[in-house]
């Protein structure tokens, strides 16, 4: 007798799969169709390590009540006559009465229908609904897919569900099921891709208990390709560690190591085509670049005397390890994992030789990267090359390559004084581009360096870039302390480390030290000067190193409440630059502090066009200042009530801030972009903008970051009626910041004065459900213009403007344009 099934009408449990919604939508309505009383097949296909198998078991998971029979293919067993079926058979309940066929498990010369046939009665005498799982199914051997393809063919009435996972092969078993869920009524066939940016860093919340800020989840995707297997790898290494979102940010510096199974399949792939296609993707990973055919026919010669064809080519293509271009004329690696694994598994000696072959075939820097890789042992002729092209690629701008040349100049030098120089000069090309994030992989070469304000500078900075904020502040204090005459470019460096440590204690409020260390740069830079005979020392500019010391002691001053001190030498060094016609991106910095003092001076439309200027010269050329400056531009446009032209820029800020490695300026940045929403009673917007800032390393948390983030929320509170928030967060800001903070005391005074005012909830603005061109088309037509006067005001066309005006009205309630200017002004 069948044993008692459960009915298929109990409700099924829904797990939480991060990050599959809409696959776990589609299992649940293949599970509504079982109960509707048809079989249903659902496919899922994805790569190794994307998270298929635990789909597969969330899918079952859906149906937990019904009986449920799995199996898991093996590629070892793919051989082993019905191997999955019997898997299967094992796991029917004990007493039931089975076909003499599959009692015992099913014979290696039964044939697949005669099976097929006694599977095929055994769920028709089922009782209920049954669900059968099978994993890998690439690798189902051939008499269990028959016969499974034989009874599922023919169970179209029966309560069955079959929840098949696999790599996306060609395989006769995986096409036939593939033609069968074509047809809605019968299944779904489901792709499992990446995790995206949002489901990456919930991943490494639940994992960590730590949000990571949007940039590392960012570069997290990118550096996995969403795989959930290859960031569980990373995450259970980070995780060994006390700073486990510090640690992940360290790993993505280089080539994070691949998950292992995603290592495994590589490698198979690999080992399964003959030797010439296996070449041809071992060049391209070593190159890492598109690489011509014919340059990968050269390289193949020289490396190893191979005489490539096009089937090859073809080979190797196939294997989705490598791509050919549309042109079919090179060939390109899609996938930097793919690369990862290739090279790692490469000796050092098939390396160097693969690059050398390849510096014979290519020219230009890449070629020369590719010399300097196959380099075994010091070349000082090599090293001059490298050194030289460094200078040439910092005079264009390539910081990466500048350093990366000049490391390998070091590296490749016989003579301990060349090495030092060299090292230093690549720490010097990163400091001067303001890419600190660099400095962390040549640590363990500055702490080899002689004693000295270079070695000390190069150590403070590079702790800097790991946010070490004690590390840095002792190694930068020696740097700009030290005594000894030394070279210029000693000298120099000290004055760099001043600069450095001037910024930082003023971002901490600690005034009186900035004046002093920005004292100390300026007063150095005449003897600088005079003893180069010129505007830069090596690669640092003395030009650029005034103005940020001007800038950084103005600033200092002013929020110390000394008064506008340095104000008419900003003035003075802008105007100088634009008689002589040579407004350079370097000057971005002054016209931004010029801009900040002007808007605290309330002077606001001089304000805004400074700080306009100065983000367009730092866009030019200057990047780490540009969401610096649109920070400040975005409090002059909220200050003067254009909040929508502020919301874009500080969203802008935002953005471009994910690009730096600046913590301070990301979580400043996401603070200020708190500040529309905030204010416009926005509350869920406001408070995921200040969630990201709020990402921000514990020890960067300073004042002048923190002062953004609580007016942000102080805003919010007072537009919600919390009134005892908002009068708590504006008196403390009065009582113990600067008198002119970001934030200055008159913002927070006025403030305070709102929300001691009437208790009632402010409204929200009824305009913020607009966006800012429906804004902008409301405006005026409260103004009573018509379509196509609004439209020339615009300059788009009248249907556009007749679009926008639908939005409108639909957004505000309204039934004619009549009532839009009597929700403005009451507004």
């Known amino acids: 007798m069948p044993a008692t099934r459960l009915s298929p009408d109990v409700p099924a449990v829904s797990p939480t799969l991060l990050g599959r919604d809409r696959q776990l939508g589609a299992v649940g309505r293949a599970v509504d169709g079982v109960r509707a009383g048809s079989a249903q097949f659902v496919l899922i296909e994805g790569e190794s390590g994307f998270g298929k198998s635990a789909l597969l078991r969330a899918a079952a998971g859906s149906v937990a009540l019904w009986p449920t029979r799995s199996a898991i293919a093996d590629e070892h067993e793919a051989e082993l006559p019905y191997g999955v079926l019997n898997q299967l058979l094992r796991q029917v309940e004990e007493g039931r009465d089975l076909e003499p066929v599959l009692s015992g498990g099913i014979a290696p010369d039964v044939p ?193 005397g191979f005489k490539l064809g096009g089937g090859d080519i073809d080979e190797a293509s196939a294997t989705g390890l490598v791509t050919l271009t549309a042109d079919d004329s090179a060939v390109t690696m899609p996938h930097e994992r793919v690369r990862a694994v290739i090279v790692r598994d490469l000796s050092l000696q098939a390396k160097q030789e693969l690059h050398a072959a390849a510096g014979q075939v290519i020219g230009g820097h890449r070629g020369l990267d590719h010399r300097a890789h196959a380099a075994a042992e010091p070349d000082d002729a090599l090293a001059d090359e490298l050194e030289a092209a460094a200078a040439l690629a910092a005079d264009e701008h390539q910081v990466d390559r500048a350093f990366r040349y000049a490391r390998w100049a070091a590296v490749l030098s016989t003579v301990p004084a060349d090495r030092e120089r060299r090292i230093i000069d690549a720490g010097a090309h990163a400091i001067a581009s303001r890419r600190f994030d660099l400095l962390a992989t040549a640590l363990g070469e500055f702490e080899n360096l002689s004693m000295g304000p270079e070695r000390e500078l190069l150590l403070g900075n590079a702790a800097l870039a790991s946010s070490d904020i004690a590390v840095a502040m002792r190694h930068l204090s020696r740097a700009a302390a030290s005594t000894r005459a030394g070279s210029i470019r000693a000298r120099t460096m000290r004055a760099v480390a001043s600069q450095t440590l001037a910024e930082m204690t003023r971002l901490m409020d600690a005034f009186e030290p900035s004046l002093r260390h920005s004292g100390a740069v300026l007063d150095a830079l005449p003897e600088l000067r005079d003893s180069y005979q010129g505007r830069s020392v090596g690669v640092f500019d003395l030009d650029e190193l005034e103005a940020h010391a001007v800038s950084t002691q103005t600033l200092a001053a002013w929020q110390s409440g000394m008064g506008a001190i340095g104000q008419e030498r900003l003035t003075k060094l802008i105007g100088a630059a634009r008689r002589r016609g040579s407004l350079q991106p370097t000057h971005a910095i002054l016209l931004l502090t010029l801009g900040t003092l002007l808007r605290q001076q309330c002077r606001l439309p001089e304000a805004i066009a400074a700080l306009e200027e100065g983000v367009a010269l730092a866009d030019l050329g200057c990047p780490e200042l540009s969401p610096i400056g649109r920070i400040d531009l975005a409090l002059a446009r909220f200050q003067k009530g254009q909040w929508d032209a502020a919301a874009a820029t500080a969203t802008a800020a935002a953005s471009i801030s994910d690009d730096i490695e600046n913590p301070w300026v990301r979580a400043s940045a996401y603070a200020v972009a708190a500040f529309v929403p905030a204010a416009r009673g926005d509350r869920e917007t406001a408070e995921a903008w200040l969630a990201e800032a709020d990402t921000m390393p514990a020890s960067l948390r300073t004042s002048g970051y923190r002062r953004l983030a609580n007016f942000a929320k102080a805003l919010s509170a007072r537009a919600s009626g919390d009134t005892a928030t908002a009068v708590s967060l504006a008196r403390k800001a009065i009582d113990r910041d600067p008198v002119y903070a970001q934030i200055e005391r008159e913002w927070w005074q006025q403030l305070l004065t709102e929300a001691l005012g009437p208790t009632n909830p402010a409204e929200a603005d009824p305009l913020a459900v607009l966006s800012s061109r429906e804004r902008e088309v409301a405006h005026l037509a409260a103004q009573g213009l018509t379509n196509r006067e609004v439209a020339g005001k615009l300059f788009v066309s009248v249907k556009g403007v007749e679009y926008h005006m639908g939005n409108v009205l639909a957004k505000l309630g309204l039934s004619s344009r009549r009532g839009i200017r009597g929700v403005i002004e009451r507004n």
């Not at 510090?246 to 085509?273: D, K, W, Y």
Request: hydrophobic share 45%; with cysteine; charged share 20%.
């Open 112 to 304: 697949t229908t005669v099976a097929g046939t006694a599977l095929l009665n055994l769920i028709d005498g089922s009782e209920g609904a049954t669900c059968i799982t099978i994993d890998d199914a690439q690798w189902l051997d051939q008499r269990s897919a028959d016969a499974l393809w034989f009874a599922g063919r023919r169970s179209f009435h029966d309560r069955l569900l079959v929840l098949i996972a696999a790599r996306p092969d060609e395989t006769p078993f995986l096409e036939r099921m593939r033609l069968l869920v074509a047809d809605d009524d019968r299944g779904v066939r489901l792709s499992v891709d990446g995790l995206n940016v949002e489901h990456v860093a919930t991943l490494v919340k639940n994992r960590t208990g730590f949000t990571p800020p949007r940039r590392l989840a960012s570069r997290l995707v990118a550096a996995t390709d969403g795989n959930a297997l290859h960031l569980q790898t990373l995450l259970n290494q980070a995780l060994s560690g006390s700073d486990p979102l510090g640690t992940l940010g360290r790993m993505l510096q280089g080539t994070p190591p691949a998950a292992p199974g995603f290592r495994a399949v590589t490698q198979q792939t690999l080992g399964s085509i003959r030797p010439a296609a296996r070449v041809v993707i071992e060049i391209v990973a070593v190159l890492n670049d598109t690489a011509a055919i014919s340059d990968i026919g050269a390289i193949a010669e020289r490396y190893g």
